[in-house]
Each structure stands twice: as structure tokens, then as C-alpha cells.
T-cell receptor, first 115, second 113 residues
């Protein structure tokens, strides 16, 4: 019973061609997160939504945008992908009812390849 | 800023061996600490957590104790199985502000029969 679903699992795009990654959740959680994980590195938080409130990390490049049209769906848009954007992109959710102690639930990730 | 340091892998063990994966952290205040596991082709799953000093998290035979005096949260298991082969991530959530996970770089565990 998938709870956090990411599509597609693998995405190939061309240098500079906009690409959108998708995440959906069946948990009805308030918070959705996007992480970038490059090869052999730690996942790095790009931004998160608390309900409709968007929160960008200070060092997230402007090339990365996100949309959350409703509770269940969240999209990651990369406006002009560069070779350095090739990575695994992880979506996660959490209830958002308490700080610090709650669990984040992760999807399987989308691996992006930029040619 | 906050950071997590894990031992480099891969860690290669035979089935039924004892496992330790070291994790130390740097943070202000009193962060919460987590271990996540990533099996091949899957997303991250929470393995265990501890929210205050001297707490012990445990799950599926894995244990880790929050040691504030040594700023450590080492993962241990008494007898590993082939099915434990995965990448293990140590992470912290800062004590202030909204929950934000800071991850270590991960340690790959390979268990052979």
C-alpha cells in the first residue's frame, strides 16, 4: 500500500529542457518536502510546503520551483536543468502537528538524468 | 551549522556478525536523532529515533542510544542477516524551528551468507 508515490521512477531530460517531477500522498499529511540526493551524498532539503505555505531553503537555486495544487500532490519543476542537477529526488511527507519528534515518510525517489 | 558524520562504507559482514555503524553530530541545543534505512530501489524508511539524551531507540533488532556527552548515536545490531543489506542514514532534527532533517552521507552495509 504505497503511501508516498513518485512518478516517474526514472526521468531523462535534455540540458536546458524544463522537467517536472511528481509526488502524491495518501496520508493526508500537511507537510510535503523535496530533497535532492546526489550520488554518494546525503539527501539535501530543497524546500517544503506546510499546507499551502511554501518554504524555500536559503541555498536552493532559483532554477528549482515547486507547486502544491492540493493536499495530495506536490510537483518539483526544474526550469533549465544542468548536468549538475542529475540526482535522485526524494519526496517526503509529515503530519506537521508537532515539531521535531514526528516521522517523515519518504517516497521511492525519482532518478533524474540530464543529457 | 548542524551536521552529521557517519563512518564510510561499505561495511561488509558475514551473517550473524555484530554490527556497529558510528554516527556523531554537531548541533546547538537538543536535537532529535534518527536512523533511516534505504533498501535497494526503495525510499528511505525510519528505522528508529531518540528525542532526548540517554534515550534508546530500537526496532527490528537494531538499537541506538542518544549520547549527549559524546554527541553520538551509534547504530548496533547483535546478529545481522542478509536481508539487512542496505544503506543506513543517520540524521538529526534541530531543536529549534520547523522540523528539518540533516542527514549524514550514509553507510552501505553488505551482509553475505
Amino acid at each position: 500500500d504505497a503511501m508516498v508515490i513518485q512518478n516517474p521512477r526514472y526521468q531523462v531530460t535534455q540540458f536546458g529542457k524544463p522537467v517536472t517531477l511528481s509526488c502524491s500522498q495518501t496520508l493526508n499529511h500537511n507537510v510535503m518536502y523535496w530533497y535532492q540526493q546526489k550520488s554518494s551524498q546525503a539527501p539535501k532539503l530543497l524546500f517544503h510546503y506546510y499546507d499551502k505555505d511554501f518554504n524555500n531553503e536559503a541555498d536552493t537555486p532559483d532554477n528549482f520551483q515547486s507547486r502544491r495544487p492540493n493536499t495530495s500532490f506536490c510537483f518539483l519543476d526544474i526550469r533549465s536543468p544542468g548536468l549538475g542537477d542529475a540526482a535522485m529526488y526524494l519526496c517526503a511527507t509529515s503530519r506537521g502537528e508537532t515539531e521535531r519528534q514526528e516521522t517523515q515518510y519518504f517516497g521511492p525517489g525519482t532518478r533524474l538524468l540530464v543529457l | 551549522g548542524d551536521s552529521v558524520t557517519q563512518m564510510e562504507g561499505p561495511v561488509t559482514l558475514s551473517e550473524e556478525a555484530f554490527l556497529t555503524i558510528n554516527c556523531t553530530y554537531t548541533a546547538t541545543g537538543y536535537p532529535s536523532l534518527f536512523w533511516y534505512v534505504q533498501y535497494p530501489g526503495e525510499g528511505l524508511q525510519l528505522l528508529l529515533k531518540a528525542t532526548k539524551a540517554d534515550d534508546k531507540g530500537s526496532n527490528k533488532g537494531f538499537e541506538a542510544t542518544y549520547r549527549k556527552e559524546t554527541t553520538s548515536f551509534h547504530l548496533e545490531k547483535g546478529s545481522v542477516q542478509v536481508s539487512d543489506s542496505a544503506v543506513y542514514f543517520c540524521a538529526l532534527s534541530p531543536s529549534r524551528g520547523f522540523q528539518k532533517l540533516v542527514f549524514g552521507t550514509g553507510t552501505r552495509l553488505l551482509v553475505s551468507p
